[in-house]
């Protein structure tokens, strides 16, 4: 029976590491995505801008030669009427009023400068096409540097799963036994992740600045374009990237308005003022309500009263695979505020609500 018992914990082990894989899989060809999104917005900005760059010369070089062109036009035009003035003096008999009246005219003495188009037409083509191969040339190289080392890091990966390889790898979680709790803070740092946020998703009244890492509430609208993922109703905003691994981060906040610290699924509804749209109010997310020193947890519409003093430095830990989401307090010493257990059926988003007059801030460890 017991043999039986051990197959069927050993079943179940399997099938969860199963959806662990394919959820932690999912987070980060996600993040693949965003990256390589992110980069090739990034070339294509590049090229509007030199793309701008020629063409602002190409309109200085034809600015340059149309003025020589008036100016040629110019002469021609005075050429014409000296010219017509000449002929009909010639016909008159009267030789001091011609000498006097030629002394009057305007005779160019020198030709137009004629500027060397063909030499700066070319000089610029092969200037710019040298530069573009340069360019060409370096980002191959970076590509194909950066992509060997993602490479080896995936290869590194897969030899720490095979079983005909030691257990020391150079995987980081893999150096730490997945049943370690991180007790102090130096301990959680080897799991930090830096995060940072997303404007798409920022409710219209959030401020996103400080390189996307600190957010305000405004009693203004802001700018922002429409975008399907951003809430509407309620002052939240997510971080770019998905998490399904153990992960920490810590925030800093202020303000009288308070704010919510937590996490979600990507397909938590954005659009409305009701419950399913608020972090921590709903099945698809968790949250730390701060106001003050008084703090509380949420899930689900049911709430936890938390009798900790809340701190200003808050610290979160996930360890996915365990479905474990912790609080705590950062100071000197790390002071535990809320353990949630529970399981996660999707890679998770942190997110935060911030009140007005609050401000919260992403903490670059």
């Given at each position: 029976m017991k043999s039986v018992q051990k197959l069927k914990d050993a079943e179940k082990e399997l099938r969860y590491?199963?959806?662990?894989?394919k959820h932690s899989t999912e987070a980060v060809v996600e993040e693949s995505e965003r990256i390589f999104s992110k980069l090739i917005r990034s070339i294509e900005k590049q090229s509007r801008e030199v793309k701008?760059?020629?063409?602002?010369?190409?309109r200085l070089m034809v600015s340059q030669a149309e003025e020589t062109?008036?100016?040629i036009q110019r002469e021609?035009?005075?050429h014409r009427r000296t010219e017509a003035e000449l002929e009909r003096l010639s016909r008159?008999?009267?030789h001091t009023h011609f000498l006097q009246k030629c002394k009057s005219l305007h005779f160019p003495m020198k030709t137009v400068e004629m500027p060397n188009t063909d030499a700066l037409t070319y000089l610029m083509y092969r200037t710019m096409r040298d530069a573009l191969g340069d360019l060409n040339g370096g980002v191959d190289e970076t590509l194909q540097r950066e992509f060997s080392r993602v490479s080896d890091?995936?290869?590194?990966?897969?030899e720490s799963i095979n079983p005909n390889i030691p257990e020391k790898t150079n995987v980081k979680d893999a150096d730490i036994p997945y049943t370690t709790e991180p007790r102090k803070r130096i301990d959680f740092l080897q799991h930090y992740n830096d995060l940072t946020l997303d404007?798409?998703?920022a409710n219209p009244y959030l401020s996103v600045s400080d390189s996307r890492r600190s957010v305000t509430?405004?009693?203004e609208l802001q700018p922002y374009p429409d975008h399907p993922d951003r809430f509407t109703n309620w002052a939240q905003v997510l971080c770019r990237a998905g998490m399904a691994g153990r992960c920490y981060w810590e925030v800093e906040w202020a303000g009288n308005g308070g704010v919510s610290v937590g996490i979600c699924y990507k397909n938590m509804n954005r659009i409305g003022g009701g419950s399913d749209c608020k972090l921590g109010h709903n099945s698809k997310s968790w949250s730390l309500d701060c106001v003050n020193t008084v703090c509380s947890f949420q899930h689900n519409k049911e709430s936890v009263a938390i009798t900790t003093p809340c701190g200003n430095r808050i610290g979160v830990y996930l360890d996915y695979r365990a479905g474990t989401l912790t609080f705590y307090n950062v100071s000197d010493s790390m002071v535990l505020l809320h353990k949630e257990k529970t399981t996660f059926t999707q890679p998770v988003y942190p997110g935060f609500w911030v009140g007005l007059g609050s401000t919260l801030k992403l903490c670059c460890l």
């Amino acid at each position: 029976m017991k043999s039986v018992q051990k197959l069927k914990d050993a079943e179940k082990e399997l099938r969860y590491a199963i959806r662990y894989m394919k959820h932690s899989t999912e987070a980060v060809v996600e993040e693949s995505e965003r990256i390589f999104s992110k980069l090739i917005r990034s070339i294509e900005k590049q090229s509007r801008e030199v793309k701008e760059m020629i063409k602002s010369q190409e309109r200085l070089m034809v600015s340059q030669a149309e003025e020589t062109l008036e100016k040629i036009q110019r002469e021609m035009a005075e050429h014409r009427r000296t010219e017509a003035e000449l002929e009909r003096l010639s016909r008159t008999e009267d030789h001091t009023h011609f000498l006097q009246k030629c002394k009057s005219l305007h005779f160019p003495m020198k030709t137009v400068e004629m500027p060397n188009t063909d030499a700066l037409t070319y000089l610029m083509y092969r200037t710019m096409r040298d530069a573009l191969g340069d360019l060409n040339g370096g980002v191959d190289e970076t590509l194909q540097r950066e992509f060997s080392r993602v490479s080896d890091k995936v290869n590194s990966l897969k030899e720490s799963i095979n079983p005909n390889i030691p257990e020391k790898t150079n995987v980081k979680d893999a150096d730490i036994p997945y049943t370690t709790e991180p007790r102090k803070r130096i301990d959680f740092l080897q799991h930090y992740n830096d995060l940072t946020l997303d404007p798409n998703t920022a409710n219209p009244y959030l401020s996103v600045s400080d390189s996307r890492r600190s957010v305000t509430t405004r009693s203004e609208l802001q700018p922002y374009p429409d975008h399907p993922d951003r809430f509407t109703n309620w002052a939240q905003v997510l971080c770019r990237a998905g998490m399904a691994g153990r992960c920490y981060w810590e925030v800093e906040w202020a303000g009288n308005g308070g704010v919510s610290v937590g996490i979600c699924y990507k397909n938590m509804n954005r659009i409305g003022g009701g419950s399913d749209c608020k972090l921590g109010h709903n099945s698809k997310s968790w949250s730390l309500d701060c106001v003050n020193t008084v703090c509380s947890f949420q899930h689900n519409k049911e709430s936890v009263a938390i009798t900790t003093p809340c701190g200003n430095r808050i610290g979160v830990y996930l360890d996915y695979r365990a479905g474990t989401l912790t609080f705590y307090n950062v100071s000197d010493s790390m002071v535990l505020l809320h353990k949630e257990k529970t399981t996660f059926t999707q890679p998770v988003y942190p997110g935060f609500w911030v009140g007005l007059g609050s401000t919260l801030k992403l903490c670059c460890l």
